[in-house]
C-alpha cells in the first residue's frame, strides 16, 4: 500500500497544481480585464519591471490605467512555478497575445503572489518581450 508520506506527497502535488491553475485564472483576468479585476486582484503595492517603465507602484494606479481595450486571443505555457513558502507563490509563463489590430505579442511573463487573509495578491509582475521569431525581418 501506500505510506503516509506518499500520501502526502501525492497531496501536496496536487495542491500545488490547484494553486498554479488558480493563479493562473487570475491571470488570464487581468490580461483580459479592467479596472474592477486590478483593484480585486493586486496587492497594496506592486513591483513592475516592463521594458519601458519600472518600480514600485500602488494598486489603484496601476488599476487606473487598464483599459477596456484589452488583449485577446491570449496563449499561455507555465515554464516554471514554485512556492518557497504557504504564504508566498511565483510563476513565469510563456505568453502570446493580440491587442486589437496590432501585431500578436509575445513575451516571458513572471508574477508573484502573496497570500493575505486566505486571498492571494499579485505583488510582482515582470514581462521581457520576445520578438516573434521571424527570421530575416
Same mark, same amino acid.
Given at each position: 500500500?501506500? &505510506? *503516509?508520506?506518499?500520501?502526502?506527497?501525492?497531496?501536496?502535488?496536487?495542491? $500545488?497544481?490547484?494553486?498554479?491553475?488558480d493563479?493562473?485564472?487570475?491571470?488570464?483576468k487581468?490580461?483580459s #480585464?479592467?479596472?474592477?479585476?486590478?483593484?480585486? !486582484?493586486? @496587492? @497594496?503595492?506592486?513591483? $513592475?519591471? +516592463? !521594458?519601458?517603465?519600472?518600480g514600485? &507602484?500602488?494598486?489603484?494606479?496601476?488599476?487606473?490605467q487598464? *483599459?477596456?481595450?484589452?488583449?485577446?486571443?491570449? *496563449? $499561455?505555457?507555465?515554464?516554471? +512555478?514554485l512556492?518557497? !513558502?504557504d *504564504?508566498?507563490?511565483?510563476?513565469?509563463?510563456?505568453? &502570446?497575445?493580440?491587442? #486589437?489590430?496590432e501585431? %500578436?505579442?509575445?513575451?516571458?511573463?513572471?508574477?508573484?503572489?502573496?497570500?493575505?487573509?486566505?486571498?492571494?495578491?499579485?505583488? +510582482?509582475?515582470?514581462? !521581457? %518581450?520576445? &520578438?516573434? #521569431?521571424?527570421?530575416?525581418?
Amino acid at each position: 500500500g501506500k &505510506s *503516509d508520506l506518499d500520501v502526502i506527497v501525492a497531496g501536496t502535488k496536487e495542491a $500545488i497544481m490547484n494553486l498554479q491553475d488558480d493563479l493562473l485564472a487570475m491571470e488570464r483576468k487581468l490580461w483580459s #480585464g479592467g479596472k474592477a479585476v486590478y483593484e480585486r !486582484t493586486l @496587492d @497594496d503595492d506592486c513591483l $513592475i519591471a +516592463f !521594458t519601458e517603465m519600472a518600480g514600485v &507602484s500602488s494598486r489603484d494606479s496601476i488599476a487606473e490605467q487598464a *483599459d477596456a481595450n484589452r488583449w485577446h486571443g491570449l *496563449d $499561455i505555457e507555465v515554464e516554471g +512555478f514554485l512556492q518557497p !513558502t504557504d *504564504d508566498v507563490a511565483l510563476l513565469t509563463y510563456h505568453a &502570446s497575445a493580440v491587442r #486589437g489590430a496590432e501585431e %500578436p505579442y509575445e513575451a516571458r511573463v513572471s508574477s508573484g503572489y502573496v497570500r493575505r487573509g486566505g486571498h492571494w495578491k499579485m505583488m +510582482f509582475h515582470q514581462q !521581457t %518581450p520576445l &520578438s516573434a #521569431g521571424k527570421e530575416g525581418a
